[in-house]
């Protein structure tokens, strides 16, 4: 299936009311979320967003799924958890969904317990920094666990 066709099944999916599950591919959102992740989601409005909740949004006819480090009038920056730089601004048309949980090896997480909550403040108070600092502590990890 196309990646536009995925977009318009996904949309007429959310778009009934339905909670779905997407499956997360690249590393973008590690170390709290992995390849093959199952992110369910469901549709939202944008009074129901806030800075720290993990969005799907589309652009180019491409969802992604990353996390609202700031909102204003005019847009919304969102930034995955271990990419450097921010995501080009978004505006809220090209929010699909907000990821409600995710699903790992058959075990529901729930995006509001205590560690992803505190990870999400962490990620979202002063981003630029904590995103840098955590970056590269997770790489010296991984350099050194192989």
């Known amino acids: 299936m196309s990646e536009r066709s995925m977009l318009k099944v996904t949309s007429e999916l959310l778009n ?11 590393s973008s959102m590690l170390p709290l979320f992995k390849e093959n992740d199952q992110f369910i989601i469901q549709k939202c409005t944008h009074s129901k967003i806030s800075i720290g909740d993990i969005v799907i949004f589309e652009r180019e006819n491409i969802l992604t799924a990353h996390r609202i480090t700031q909102i204003t009038k005019e847009h919304i920056i969102t930034w995955g958890d271990f990419n450097l ?6 505006i809220t048309d090209q929010i699909v969904a ?11 997480l729930r995006l509001t317990k205590i560690k992803y909550r505190t990870w999400s403040f962490l ?3 002063n ?4 995103h840098k600092l955590i970056n590269l502590i997770i790489r010296f990890y991984f350099k050194c666990s192989r």
């Open 16 to 26: 009934d009311d339905n909670i779905i599950k997407i499956k997360a591919t690249g």
């Open 85 to 90: 730089m921010p995501d080009a601004p978004i």
């Open 98 to 108: 907000k990821a409600i949980s995710v699903e790992r090896n058959g075990k529901v």
């Open 123 to 125: 990620m979202t108070h």
């Open 127 to 130: 981003a630029q920094f904590n």
